[in-house]
């Protein structure tokens, strides 16, 4: 029979195409059935049209449907692809812009610190509504493969409260394994890695090219003098340099998961370049989303008249998710990383958390082999995220105000910036400035509004941000079309509001 594969959050062009794209180099599932749903009836066919002309002219016998109505997508679902941004682009841009205000300056904004916990405190709710619906109307032993961040958060809720078996996809520890192999002068493939910690914060514990085991200090004096990667990646290699520990996530992500590199305005530009966002530009990932938006606009029609790619394994981007499905689907063997359940895998973490980890895909399921104890520091950074995370979902499903500013009170960065009552009003200035995607604090935003109004305002900072870039216009970004393009389509994942 084929297999239904469901994506919530489907009209995200580049990013539903290109994982379908992946699922279709797999001849056992060019018969399946994709069903994409999303609340873009525009966004949903835009994609939906390439993706149509991408199955024929290659063709396969696949079928393609498309609704706004979630509960037709899942319905008999085999597996289910989230890729949902709870409040889009309005929503993110108030996580940047009010942090800011208090001084907390971030890059992304989307995993921890203030904008990443008010971007789980709209996600859970969503996506604990999604799954309510796979259990109404999919297959029995559904599983969800989330992509959406806060990716530890939303894993964290599917599988604690949402009663779905769920596995966090992210492609941080293939991006760190290049970066690795390039440094050494190895492509990817003639170096192993064996890579554990939690999402954004995962840390490369093992290196080895061929029998040879690369220690700490050889990868440091590797990417100490690599032409790009010894100025783009300065939080990393300073981080390799304490810890021992190459980490996964960029230079702009990790630097806001810490609370040493983002503290204090002046010192910033020393850790991070400014030759890509993904470095540490002040509300990066805002800008290039934005961008991105306004150019899809502009690029869709060229995508239209390009000749659909030829769809073979050359073509197979090193996302998780198709690997992921042919496992289980066919029974060859895949090795990843996976976003999962604790349980023990490692075991110097909480065993309710999510975990990065290594793990095995065939036919006898998701098997996950046991880590054992992290190094101490390293454990120690991600037990403080940790407990950061769970205060969020705990918040998130309760609609806790206090527990929401007890979660920001122990972020990293929050505490290294702010002081607890600039804490207490800055959270409460995003519940009421997020009011329409925070139906759980209803009855806590009234009175979050009253101390708005009757205490002094503690926002001290006027600026634009430590290292900010203006927002491109379209007729700025034609000078690079490329660029654009490719900047657009790795900022691209679809708006949901439930």
């Known amino acids: ?53 991408d199955i024929e002219a290659n063709g396969f016998s696949a079928r393609l449907s498309t609704t706004l109505n979630r509960k037709d997508a899942l319905k008999d679902a085999d597996f289910v692809f989230c890729t949902i ?38 996600g859970i709710p969503a996506i604990l509504a999604i799954c309510a619906d796979i259990k109404r109307y999919a297959k029995p032993g559904v599983l969800l493969l989330n992509y959406s961040n806060p990716m530890a958060m939303l894993t964290w809720a599917c ?14 520890v293939q991006g760190g394994h290049h970066q690795i192999a390039e440094v050494l002068g190895k ?67 990790l630097s806001e998961y810490v609370p040493w590199y983002r503290k204090r305005r002046g010192e910033i530009k020393d850790w991070i370049d400014m030759s890509d966002w993904i470095h540490g530009e002040t509300g ?48 060859r063997l895949y090795r990843g990383h996976f976003n999962v359940v ?5 075991s110097n973490l909480p065993d309710d ?18 880590v054992g104890d992290l190094p101490l520091a390293c454990a120690a950074t991600l037990n403080a995220s940790v407990s950061v995370q769970r205060m969020a979902v705990h918040a998130a499903l309760k609609g806790d105000a206090t527990l929401l500013k007890q979660a920001m009170l122990h972020d990293p960065l929050c505490a290294a910036v702010c002081d607890p009552e600039e804490i207490w009003q800055m959270a409460d200035r995003m519940l009421v400035a997020q009011a329409a995607w925070l139906p759980q604090y209803k009855q806590a935003i009234p009175a979050a509004k009253k101390r708005l109004a009757s205490a002094p305002d503690l926002r001290s900072y006027q600026g634009k941000g430590a290292a900010r870039l203006k927002v491109a216009s379209v007729a700025q970004m034609k000078k690079n079309a490329a660029r654009s393009r490719k900047s657009a389509q790795a900022a691209d994942k679809a708006e949901l509001a439930a």
Not at 39 to 53: H, M, Q, V, W, Y
Not at 88 to 115: H, M, N, S
Not at 342 to 346: E, L, M, P, Q, S
Not at 353 to 369: A, L, R, S
Request: glycine fraction near 12%.
């Open 85 to 122: 941004r709870q409040g889009g682009l309005e929503a993110f841009k108030l996580d940047i812009e009010i942090p800011l205000r208090y001084g907390v300056d971030q890059c992304v904004g989307d995993t921890l610190c203030a904008g990443g916990i008010l971007y789980g405190q709209r």
């Open 187 to 253: 492509k990817q493939d003639e170096v192993d890695i064996i890579a554990a910690g939690i999402n954004h914060q995962t840390w490369y514990l093992q290196v080895k090219v061929g029998e040879h085991l690369v220690g700490s200090a050889e990868l440091l004096a590797a990417f100490k003098k690599h032409p790009k990667y010894s100025k783009t990646e300065k939080v990393r290699i300073d981080v390799l340099e304490r810890f021992g520990y190459y980490s996964t996530e960029s230079n702009g992500h």
């Open 353 to 370: 958390c999510i975990v990065e980890v290594p793990g095995y895909v065939d036919n006898n399921g998701i098997n996950i082999p046991r």
């Open 342 to 346: 604790n349980r023990g895998t490692i």
């Open 284 to 331: 990066g990932y805002l800008r290039v989303c934005t961008e991105g938006r306004n150019w899809f606009k502009t690029d869709y029609p060229n995508w239209l008249r390009e000749e659909p790619p030829k769809i073979t394994k050359e073509i197979r981007s090193q996302e998780h998710g198709s690997y992921i499905v042919e496992g289980l689907v066919t029974g």
């Open 159 to 172: 599988n604690h409260f949402g009663g779905v078996r769920t596995v966090g996809l992210c492609h941080g």
């Open 1 to 53: 029979m084929p297999v239904k594969i469901a994506f919530i959050g489907g009209g995200s062009l580049g990013f539903t195409r290109r994982l379908i794209q992946d699922l279709l180099c797999v001849p056992e599932l060019q018969d399946s059935h994709f069903a994409l749903m999303d609340i873009s009836a525009p966004n949903l066919d835009r994609t939906a049209r390439l993706i149509k002309r």
